[in-house]
């Protein structure tokens, strides 16, 4: 069964650095998603990616932010620099219109600890 | 705005016994309404789902209603397993202007107790 894959599943950065988290969708997918998941806390949406663009992105979501879709496989969030508050785990999702509206398919995260 | 609320963990039960947790929601127009399941250690895996009023979504033996009139998906199982043992997650989808984007309970843990 196709899945999202994300790498790397634990990332350690410290403050002030940039990471880059990285996913492949489902290869025939066409919406893309990041939200996260601080720990114990609900998972927060930060943004949807259609068509080479942003197609909504929430609060959270601010200029230390960028995605992009640099090929026709990988799909990545960037935080450019990092803070103690970016610690979470990080959840790329992706979903296809028709196959059941709005039902995203989510990656196994990636766990970013900002030191 | 679009919210969801899930009665607060965690929720300890004995293998068999039956299991509920609720959900309620706030949303304009017609949302889509998901349980989503988080296993230890693992990502979040879609459990069922409804898309209109009285749609009953189920798999695994869990089951939960969209019941409009009471803005409500509760999730129900008759008998819980160990390995039922998770977080459960309850978590809407407007129709409108959102895109598709979740939005997403806090979360009820559940353990079951062999």
């Known amino acids: 069964e196709p899945e999202v894959t994300q790498t790397p599943s634990h990332q350690v950065t410290q403050m002030g650095q940039e990471v880059i988290l990285r996913c492949v969708p489902i290869?025939?997918?066409?919406?893309f998603y990041w939200y996260r998941q601080i720990l114990g806390q609900k998972v927060e949406f930060l943004v949807s990616?259609?068509?080479?663009?942003?197609?909504?992105k929430s609060e959270i979501f601010d200029d230390q932010f960028s995605v992009e879709r640099p090929d026709g496989s990988n799909f990545t969030l960037k935080i450019r620099s990092t803070k103690l508050e970016d610690s979470a785990m990080y959840f790329c999702?992706?979903?296809?219109?028709?196959?059941?509206?709005?039902?995203?398919?989510f990656g196994p995260g990636t766990r970013l600890t900002v030191t | 705005g679009n919210s969801v609320t899930q009665m607060e963990g965690p929720v300890t039960l004995s293998e068999e016994a039956f299991l509920t947790i609720n959900c309620t929601y706030t949303?304009?127009?017609?949302?889509?309404l998901f349980w989503y399941v988080q296993y230890p250690g693992e990502g979040l895996q879609l459990l069922l789902k409804?898309?209109?009023?009285?749609d009953k979504g189920s798999n695994k033996g869990f089951e939960a209603t969209y019941r409009k009139e009471t803005t409500s998906f509760h999730l129900e199982k008759g008998s819980v397993q160990v390995s039922d043992s998770a977080v459960y997650f309850c978590?809407?989808?407007?129709?409108?202007?959102?895109?598709?984007?979740?939005?997403f309970g806090k979360g009820t843990k559940l353990s079951v107790k062999p």
């Open positions: 999702a992706s979903s296809a219109p028709g196959q059941g509206v709005y039902e995203q398919y």
């Open positions: 290869s025939n997918h066409l919406y």
């Open positions: 990616f259609y068509n080479n663009e942003i197609s909504e």
């Open positions: 949303a304009t127009g017609y949302p889509s």
């Open positions: 409804a898309t209109k009023a009285d």
């Open positions: 978590a809407l989808s407007a129709w409108e202007g959102s895109q598709g984007n979740l939005i």
